[in-house]
């Protein structure tokens, strides 16, 4: 395989550090639970994350705005008042914004460490693996979208609209300063006829912290599904491997070409499927077909339905878990599907369907039933 290196920001290898020394603590201490019950014994770790993110968001913006509420609005430009008001107004603004984000991301480290502890997971380096465990926890806590990689020739962006791809995440960046500030303007008008129009400033305090405690709350959601997911890609590829010798070259080259051709419809290199890539194709390159791009879907659909049907059923086992992992069904997806009559089926669709509602729902005994029935 072709060596990569990954570019790490000064914030992720920061994320990185404190994510290992909160692990290592809390490891000592910690009594590994059933994973059936992973969903339910995180819900503390969640729950209270996000309460303390609340007031880690309202104490310092409340504080700020009582800063700039102490001086006149009305201050003759470039006069002694004006440069006072607004040197404590700046200051203010940078010192308690940075203690906010530095106290978000610190319970950010401390939750994702814990649920990584409560789930099982190891964050020792695996060598085959390019997005080391503890770049996923640390880049999830920042909102640091998964590396763009390309891998092995598959290339997860070739369908990709790079101007929808701009907008989009233009929009992410700023929805932040939007919501607080429609949110500010609403509330100034809502209050400003009331009597209780002296404390229409302080309503960007609450706001604020209402964002941050639900921006934690889907972060630390989505980082539980992620490593119950990894716990559930493991699982399977020990199964392959127990599982590979009464399959042949072509069966083995399909599976690899499946997990590739679902990087490419989710658009991107979701973690698991990395692992579970890197994983086959470092244990079965001997018995694949390099003659094609892995991820050329043309080239598998014609071979899956030439396949017999056990052995179609084997290859749609790892395709459907693929999909299953990325979560719900895009239009993409969907129509990228409808090009083959065996993988829009609809007991295939049904499957996959399964599959996703069982992982929300933290159904490890049924996925594991499901997934290794064949």
Not at 159 to 187: E, H
Request: glycine fraction near 4%; include cysteine.
């Amino acid at each position: 395989m072709e060596k990569v290196e990954l570019n790490q920001g000064f914030l992720e290898r920061w994320g990185i550090q404190v994510i290992y020394k909160d692990f290592n603590k809390i490891r000592k201490q910690f009594i590994l639970a059933d994973i059936d019950r992973f969903y339910e014994n995180s819900k503390s770790i969640i729950y209270f994350a996000t309460i303390l993110s609340f007031f880690i968001g309202l104490i310092p913006t409340a504080i700020i705005v009582y800063i700039e509420s102490s001086f006149s609005h009305e201050t003759i430009p470039w006069s002694n008042p004006f440069y006072e008001k607004w040197t404590w107004i700046i200051s203010a603004l940078g010192i308690f914004t940075f203690l906010e984000f530095y106290f978000l991301y610190r319970v950010g480290f401390y939750s994702v460490a814990k649920l990584a502890c409560l789930s099982g997971m190891s964050i020792d380096d695996d060598p085959i693996i390019l997005t080391k465990n503890k770049n996923i926890l640390a880049r999830m806590v920042l909102e640091i979208p998964d590396h763009r990689l390309k891998l092995l020739g598959v290339d997860p962006y070739k369908r990709l609209n790079k101007k929808g791809l701009f907008f989009r995440t233009i929009l992410y960046k700023s929805k932040v300063f939007l919501s607080n500030y429609a949110a500010k303007l609403i509330f100034r008008k809502i209050l400003s006829r009331t009597t209780l129009r002296v404390y229409a400033e302080y309503i960007i305090a609450p706001v604020t912290g209402v964002w941050d405690a639900l921006i934690t709350y889907y972060i630390l959601e989505k980082m539980k599904i992620r490593l119950f997911t990894r716990n559930l890609t493991e699982l399977y590829f020990e199964h392959f491997l127990e599982t590979a010798e009464t399959m042949d070259n072509e069966v083995i080259d399909l599976n690899i070409r499946a997990i590739a051709n679902a990087v490419v419809l989710d658009k991107k290199f979701h973690p698991n499927l990395e692992y579970l890539l890197l994983k086959m194709y470092d244990r079965f390159e001997d018995r694949i077909n390099k003659n094609d791009p892995i991820d050329d879907w043309d080239n598998f659909l014609i071979r899956v339905d030439n396949l017999s049907q056990d052995k179609q059923l084997k290859v749609l086992k790892t395709f459907n878990l693929c999909l299953s992992m990325i979560g719900k069904l895009s239009k993409y997806e969907k129509n990228a599907i409808n090009d083959s009559k065996l993988l829009s089926s609809k007991e295939n669709i049904q499957n996959i369907q399964t599959l996703i509602g069982l992982m929300q729902e933290g159904n490890f005994s049924k996925l594991k039933e499901q997934i290794l029935s064949i």
